[in-house]
């Protein structure tokens, strides 16, 4: 096998992991070992775990005998962001028990815990599955958690994403993955699979699984609050005479791009073509055999499905997927232009005489820190009203189920806990999203979520200024060019460079719709809104009437944008 066809270290992991399983159990098991093998740190991955290690604990590693402090990260599976109120409790008790105290929303409407010590992996992990919540495929190489608008409005174009999503969820999770899964934590008897083969095991992923993760979304033309266009697969719900006859189907979008490797960069996804209702599972699972067959499986920095789509074309990607995959005839998109996106923020009405209330949520961190005890108060709105739970893609909180009468009695515990109501809050703050960054994550070279606030809080400041407060300008922040804050579609960009500076991208859209471009590297973290508020300041003389700000960038050009800027 030549270099260029020799495939990556993970697909021998994958390989020779007999369906997720490797050696987790043994090295789990063994409390001597403090961190785990290559092979299965790809692995645990497939089991919604990360292997992560404090970063704020390097500085005493000159000391003797100090090693790295070994923790993990565990995402959930959770199609919609969608908790009971006793989910919502459970995850809350675990976080306090096995975690740091947190819990965040990820920018996929799921949650992490974080600092979770190896000896209490086995333990987290069934106190989740004990609530009928599960971890398997919140990471790896299959598909991860399916988004879909969270906002409980009564309308039945919402009530079908929903239930699509879930179906979604369901047919893409791994068979003999699950297995695996229930053996290793939840103390499942084990099932041989010896001799059986692949498509039996695995019928839709096969013994290697995919070539890198799989996202989907669900969404509405005017409420694009899943950023569908940043996923390998997107549903835009077509609405005819109020109620939803099928899809437009839009696949190989992806976020992320390595410094090192011009090759690599975010891509939108592409339209396909208009499917039925009835085809939702088998347009999935085309778009994923697809990718199981033809992704990369040598360079996993080019491993995405938005690779094959760039290297293949729109045509060539869509007779393949008709012909080979989907086998129904193509059928043209209708029209149906993404229009909006909805922060879903506030007291809304929910149909039926109920309520939901969306409180923004910086940087999705549910923390008590100060005055504002955002993690105890929402628990016990929560605990007192029994209310569900759902988590956006933007990383904010739904608080649903409220009658008109409990409205004063949640309006109090805000109060009471130092919760601050969306109304309060400034746009900067509402439109703004981060990754965590260090001290969790392995890949981050800048700070991200430690670092918003403070840049968002100028931002605002700045904008006020100049009479733009209520601009609603989207800006993402992650501490590497990954982007899982998908930062290459926001309106303002920033990507961690190295240090304290920063790669700034401008020209994105708030509603998901383009992708934004560089126009500063290495920009000092004290210099981004200096630089940024002389952009503001001509955007506010030269707009053109309602214009956003990402289409004033978009329109007036790159050079003008660097020129103001300046150095």
């Known amino acids: 096998m030549s270099d260029e066809t020799k495939l990556s270290p993970v697909e021998e992991h994958k390989e020779q992991g007999r369906?997720?399983?490797?050696?987790?159990?043994?090295?789990?098991?063994?409390?001597?070992?403090?961190?785990?093998s290559d092979a299965?740190?790809?692995?645990?991955?497939?089991?919604?775990?990360?292997?992560?290690?404090?970063?704020?604990?390097?500085?005493?590693?000159?000391?003797?005998g100090v090693g790295k402090a070994y923790m993990f990260m565990i995402r959930l599976k959770l199609p919609g962001g969608k908790l009971t109120a006793a989910q919502y409790l459970a995850m809350d008790d675990i976080a306090g028990e096995f975690a740091n105290g947190t819990l965040r929303i990820t920018t996929r409407q799921s949650f992490q815990f974080h600092g979770v010590l190896k000896n209490n992996m086995k333990a987290t992990i069934a106190a989740i599955n004990a609530s009928l919540v599960t971890t398997l495929g919140g990471c790896g190489d299959v598909n991860r958690n399916v988004l879909s608008c969270p906002a409980p409005l009564p309308d039945d174009a919402r009530k079908q994403m929903l239930a699509?999503?879930?179906?979604?969820?369901?047919?893409?999770a791994p068979k003999a993955g699950k297995q695996a899964y229930h053996e290793i934590w939840l103390n499942g008897e084990p099932v041989q699979l010896d001799g059986v083969a692949p498509e039996v095991a695995e019928p839709i992923y096969g013994k290697t699984y995919l070539p890198r993760k799989f996202k989907a979304a669900f969404a509405l033309p005017h409420d694009n609050c899943t950023d569908i266009l940043a996923n390998c697969l997107g549903y835009l719900a077509i609405v005819e005479g109020g109620k939803p006859v099928g899809y437009n189907l839009y696949a190989a979008g992806g976020q992320g791009q390595t410094n090192s490797k011009p090759d690599t960069y975010p891509l939108l996804a592409q339209c396909l073509g208009f499917i039925d209702l009835e085809d939702v599972l088998p347009a999935a699972e085309g778009v994923i055999?697809?990718?199981?067959?033809?992704?990369?499986r040598a360079d996993r920095k080019r491993a995405r499905l938005k690779y094959v789509m760039k290297d293949w074309g729109l045509e060539k990607f869509r007779e393949v997927f008709y012909r080979d995959y989907f086998k129904k005839p193509y059928r043209e998109a209708r029209p149906a232009p993404i229009t909006g996106l909805d922060l879903h923020l506030g007291w809304q009405n929910m149909g039926g005489g109920k309520l939901f209330?969306?409180?923004?949520?910086?940087?999705?961190?549910?923390?008590?820190?100060?005055?504002?005890?955002l993690r105890s108060g929402v628990r016990a709105i929560v605990d007192k009203f029994k209310c569900e739970v759902r988590l956006t893609a933007q990383q904010d909180l739904l608080l649903c189920g409220f009658t008109a009468a409990e409205r004063a009695g949640v309006e109090a515990l805000l109060t009471e806990y130092g919760i601050p109501r969306p109304e309060n809050l400034s746009m900067a703050r509402k439109w703004s999203m981060a990754c965590?960054?260090?001290?969790?994550?392995?890949?981050?070279?800048?700070?991200s979520e430690r670092a918003l606030p403070a840049v968002v809080e100028q931002l605002g400041k700045a904008l006020t200024a100049l009479g733009l407060g209520e601009e609603p300008i989207s800006v993402r922040m992650t501490g590497c060019p990954n982007g899982c804050a998908r930062p290459y579609q926001s309106e303002i960009g920033i990507v961690g460079r190295g240090g304290t500076k920063y790669t700034l991208y401008v020209g994105g859209d708030s509603y998901g719709r383009r992708l934004n471009a560089e126009v500063q590297d290495g920009v000092p973290i004290d210099q981004i809104v200096p630089r940024l508020a002389k952009v503001f300041a001509a955007f506010k003389a030269e707009r053109a009437a309602g214009e956003l700000f990402g289409d004033y960038c978009s329109r007036v050009g790159l050079d003008?944008?660097?020129?103001?800027?300046g150095t």
């Open 164 to 172: 699509d999503c879930f179906a979604v969820a369901e047919h893409l």
């Open 357 to 373: 209330l969306g409180l923004s949520v910086e940087n999705g961190r549910i923390k008590d820190e100060g005055t504002m005890r």
């Open 436 to 447: 965590p960054a260090i001290p969790t994550c392995p890949l981050a070279i800048t700070e």
């Open 560 to 565: 003008k944008v660097k020129a103001l800027l």
């Open 40 to 64: 299965s740190k790809s692995l645990i991955k497939f089991h919604g775990s990360y292997q992560q290690e404090d970063r704020d604990a390097r500085k005493n590693r000159n000391k003797t």
């Open 289 to 296: 055999k697809l990718f199981r067959d033809h992704g990369n």
């Open 19 to 36: 369906y997720l399983r490797g050696t987790l159990a043994a090295e789990f098991a063994d409390a001597s070992l403090e961190h785990l």
